[in-house]
C-alpha cells in the first residue's frame, strides 16, 4: 500500500511540475504552494522499515516488544532513542529485553531522566548494550563466554545450572522472531563506563 501511495506521489509531482511550467504566474504560485504542503507533511511524519504496516510477515523484534504488555518501557525507551527502524532491520538480531519491573527496579528517577531528549545518546547507548547480531537461543549461548553488543562493547555470559546470565541479567523466557529472538531478561544491563 506504501509503495502504491509513493507512486501516486511521485506521478503527482510530475503532474505538479507540468502545471508549473504551463500556467500564467498565478497558477504557478497556487500549485508551488499546494507541493510544498504536501512536502512539509511527509517530512514531519515518521519514516522508515519501522513504520510500515505488514499483517502477514512473521513478527519482528520490535513487533514483539510492541505486544508485550511487560515491555511498554522498553518500548517508550526505544521510541525516545528513535531506534525503531534498527530494530526491524533483516537481522539476525538477538534482543535481550528488560520488563517493566526490570526498570522499575532502577533507582528512583533514572528511567525519567533517560528519557529525556538531552539524555537520547546515553539512553541509545544502554539500548544498544541489549542487542547482539545473531539468533542464539538460551542453550546455545551457554557456549559463550562473553558477546559483542551494538554499541561495540563485549558483555559477559554466565552459566547458573540452567539459568543463563547476560551482563548480569537473568534470561527468563525466549521468543523467536522473523528478524531474530527476544530474550525476556529481568535486569536492565548498563555497560560499563568507558
Known amino acids: 500500500m506504501k509503495t502504491t501511495t509513493k507512486i501516486k506521489l511521485v506521478l503527482g509531482s510530475f503532474l ?5 511550467w504551463s500556467c500564467k504566474n498565478e497558477a504557478k504560485t497556487e500549485t508551488s504552494t499546494t507541493s510544498n ?4 507533511e511527509q517530512s514531519t511524519k515518521k519514516q522508515g522499515q519501522a513504520f510500515l504496516k505488514d499483517d ?3 513478527p519482528n523484534v520490535l513487533d514483539i516488544a510492541i505486544g508485550s504488555e511487560d515491555h511498554s518501557t522498553l518500548v ?10 534498527a530494530l526491524v532491520n533483516a537481522g539476525p538480531l538477538m534482543v535481550f529485553a528488560p520488563t517493566n519491573a526490570a526498570f522499575a527496579a532502577l533507582p528512583e528517577g533514572t528511567v525519567e531522566n533517560l528519557l529525556k531528549p538531552e539524555n537520547k545518546g546515553d539512553l541509545a547507548n544502554i539500548l544498544k548494550y541489549h542487542v547482539t547480531p545473531g539468533r542464539y537461543t538460551k542453550d546455545f549461548l551457554k557456549k559463550f563466554q562473553k558477546l559483542g553488543q551494538a554499541n561495540n562493547q563485549d558483555v559477559l555470559v554466565e552459566v547458573k545450572g540452567d539459568d543463563v546470565f547476560v551482563g548480569g541479567a537473568k534470561i527468563l523466557a525466549s521468543v523467536p522472531a522473523g528478524n531474530g529472538i527476544v530474550h525476556v531478561v529481568d535486569k536492565v544491563m548498563l555497560p560499563p563506563s568507558e
Open 37 to 40: 504542503k504536501v512536502e512539509t
Open 56 to 58: 502477514e510477515a512473521t
Open 16 to 20: 505538479a511540475a507540468g502545471l508549473i
Open 76 to 85: 517508550a525507551a526505544v521510541q525516545a532513542a528513535e531506534l525503531e527502524n
